[in-house]
């Protein structure tokens, strides 16, 4: 899959693609990576890529212009390295307010693609008339706002990145992540590691015993209360879908019970 990131800070990018244990989707070209800075396509001695909102009011905004020779370029390159842009360009994700919520699901099929335009936007926004004309999906990390587009960008292309084959160690860990419908899209449990005892706290002993059906309902009935303590909702999710059994209920109504 290929992502096109449309950026005024391609440097930021650097670190993040060489880092880390999801550097070898990118190094490999898994995930492939290509960025492009709009200032590149701006006119005049100084490569102005934003101006004053008509209207009046604070900040400036990016301008349709140069976002739009970019946007041309790289729908050029696509084309060029595979036949079927020409006959479907590529979808353009716009990093916005008003878009849907990046959660497992959305980042689960847009690890299946193959691939997208992201835009990250700076200043106060992007001028309306581009995003009406060629922004076809938006997506927003949650109820507040960044400097830019840039970090959600790294968390979309991170998140879908760790879920390709062969790019994590145990290939099926992710499997075990927060979210998963492998874990009836729960919350996960907790992990211990050496020493036995840490400062006075000792390993659940259910972890220690070596009994691999109750090392796994220990597991299961702590990410049913970690979940049923913090995340409400997913539980009604899993009970909605018929995904609790009657172990799962009956841990669940023992928790609740008060003392």
Excluded at 11 to 35: D, H, I, K, M, N
Excluded at 69 to 87: G, M, N, P, T, V
Excluded at 135 to 149: I, Y
């Amino acid at each position: 899959m290929r992502f096109d990131i449309i950026t005024l800070f391609p440097e930021l990018f650097a670190p993040f693609l060489e880092s880390g244990v999801t550097r070898r989707a990118y190094s490999s070209g898994q995930v492939a990576v290509q960025l492009w800075n709009p200032r590149d396509w701006a006119e005049g001695n100084y490569r102005r890529v934003d101006d004053r909102p008509f209207g009046g009011g604070p900040g400036m905004v990016m301008m349709a212009e140069p976002l739009q020779h970019c946007l041309d370029a790289i729908r050029a390159a696509r084309a060029e390295a595979d036949a079927q842009e020409l006959a479907e360009p590529a979808p353009l994700i716009l990093f916005s307010p008003i878009g849907t919520t990046l959660k497992h699901g959305v980042v689960a099929e847009w690890a299946a693609s193959r691939g997208a335009v992201l835009l990250c936007g700076r200043y106060e926004g992007i001028d309306q008339r581009f995003i009406d004309a060629h922004v076809t999906h938006q997506l927003s990390l949650g109820d507040f706002v960044l400097s830019g587009g840039e970090l959600a960008a790294m968390v979309l292309l991170d998140a879908l990145a760790r879920l390709q084959p062969g790019v994590l160690n145990d290939e099926g860990s992710f499997q075990q992540d927060s979210f998963n419908p492998a874990l009836d899209g729960l919350l996960d449990c907790p992990h211990y590691t050496r020493p036995e005892v840490w400062n006075g706290q000792e390993v659940p002993a259910e972890l220690l015993s070596g009994h691999h059906a109750n090392i796994e309902r220990w597991r299961r009935d702590q990410r049913l209360r970690i979940t049923a303590q913090h995340r409400p909702e997913l539980i009604e999710q899993a009970r909605q879908q018929g995904l609790l059994n009657a172990k799962d209920e009956g841990f669940l109504a023992k928790t609740a019970s008060p003392l």
